[in-house]
Nanobody, 127 residues
């Protein structure tokens, strides 16, 4: 499965961005989808942000983004999105889209459970 993110950029604190991830390859609906991020100076720490189940029946968010970010997907278009509102300087990071092969109904927040990753898109929030 090939994943490609887009939509990153520079935004002021309090602003919004919408990230998109396009998937190609195998059947998109076979995967739960997640967003992770890697902050500057934390190259070895990829932090869970949000995940959505293969059928969009459930989603899960990190406490740090709950109420500000929304994950969604369109299986017919092989797309997953991350709407980010009320952005803060601490949201600055490279954001990665990832695919988890469905093995259960629940989505994972663990990096190691995801099988495919995009190259990432930079989000910079200026304070």
């Amino acid at each position: 499965e090939h994943l490609e993110e887009s939509g990153g950029g520079l935004v002021q604190a309090g602003g919004s961005l919408r990230l998109s991830c396009t998937a190609s390859g195998r059947t998109f609906s076979n995967y739960h989808m997640g967003w992770f991020r890697q902050a500057p100076g934390k190259e070895r720490e990829r932090e869970f942000v949000a995940a959505i189940s293969s059928s969009s029946g459930s989603s899960h968010y990190a406490d740090s983004v709950k109420g500000r970010f929304t994950i969604s997907r369109e299986n017919a278009k092989n797309m997953v999105y991350l709407q980010m509102n009320s952005l803060k300087a601490e949201d600055t990071a490279v954001y990665y889209c990832a695919a988890e092969t469905v093995q259960s109904m629940g989505v994972s927040i663990r990096v190691d459970d995801y099988d495919y990753w995009g190259q990432g898109t930079q989000v910079t929030v200026s304070s």
